[in-house]
T-cell receptor, first 113, second 115 residues
Framework: AQSVTQLDSHVSVSEGTPVLLRCNYS??????LFWYVQHPNKGLQLLLK??????LVKGINGFEAEFKKSETSFHLTKPSAHMSDAAEYFC???????????FGKGTKLSVKP | EAEVAQSPRYKITEKSQAVAFWCDPI?????LYWYRQILGQGPELLVQ????????DSQLPKDRFSAERLKGVDSTLKIQPAELGDSAMYLC?????????????FGEGSRLTVL
């Protein structure tokens, strides 16, 4: 069965420092992977997606993620954190013919001034 | 910018009462989803509609939950009777027909508290 594991429930960084949110996936074949962001009291928003094209995927707001098959990872990074990046981030895998989404448990990102 | 509308934003009810949530997807989006997000966890799919038809309700607790999308536009999710464990955020999402890109457009959710 396909699944994702987010390795950190909470990450805290200082403004202007790099962000790394870790995600490992489990899949019997090449998966479609996504990162979604959820700001407080807001709906989930797609950050970026990997669908077997380029392994380095660029998303909105300066985020990017790299698909590494050998490590079964899809970590989310950003070179320089901004206060507005504080939110909950979900790693997601698409399964089945309907493309249903399986969400990880989320990583809460805090950004300190 | 088009958005998915949900109501109510917040609902407090006592156990054994009936609760209903409403969702209006983005115009033209044929696929509609209801997710449940328990505090501290990721969203889990409850039911998926394609137009007015249910395509996946395998995770919907059918003894107490029901969902409909009668005209293939807006949708209602009902819980009767509510239980303490139903306290969660109920998220509605939509996507365009025939597009399986994983990009879902989510509403802001309806937070349910069962006392």
């Amino acid at each position: 069965a396909q699944s994702v594991t987010q390795l950190d429930s909470h990450v805290s960084v200082s403004e202007g420092t790099p962000v790394l949110l870790r995600c490992n996936y489990s899949s019997s074949y090449s998966p479609s992977l996504f990162w979604y962001v959820q700001h407080p009291n807001k709906g989930l928003q797609l950050l970026l997606k990997y669908t077997s094209a380029a392994t380095l995927v660029k998303g909105i707001n300066g985020f990017e993620a790299e698909f590494k098959k050998s490590e079964t990872s899809f970590h989310l990074t950003k070179p320089s954190a901004h206060m507005s990046d504080a939110a909950e981030y979900f790693c997601v895998v698409s399964v089945g013919s309907q493309g249903n989404l399986i969400f990880g448990k989320g990583t809460k990102l805090s950004v300190k001034p | 910018e088009a958005e998915v509308a949900q109501s109510p934003r917040y609902k407090i009810t006592e156990k054994s009462q009936a609760v209903a949530f409403w969702c209006d997807p983005i115009s033209g989006h044929a696929t509609l989803y209801w997710y449940r997000q328990i505090l501290g966890q990721g969203p889990e799919l409850l039911v998926q509609f394609q137009d007015e038809s249910v395509v996946d309700d395998s995770q919907l607790p059918k003894d107490r939950f029901s969902a409909e999308r009668l005209k293939g536009v807006d949708s209602t999710l009902k819980i009767q009777p509510a239980e303490l464990g139903d306290s969660a955020m109920y998220l509605c999402a939509s996507s365009p027909q025939g597009v399986n890109t994983g990009e879902l457009f989510f509403g802001e959710g309806s937070r349910l508290t069962v006392l």
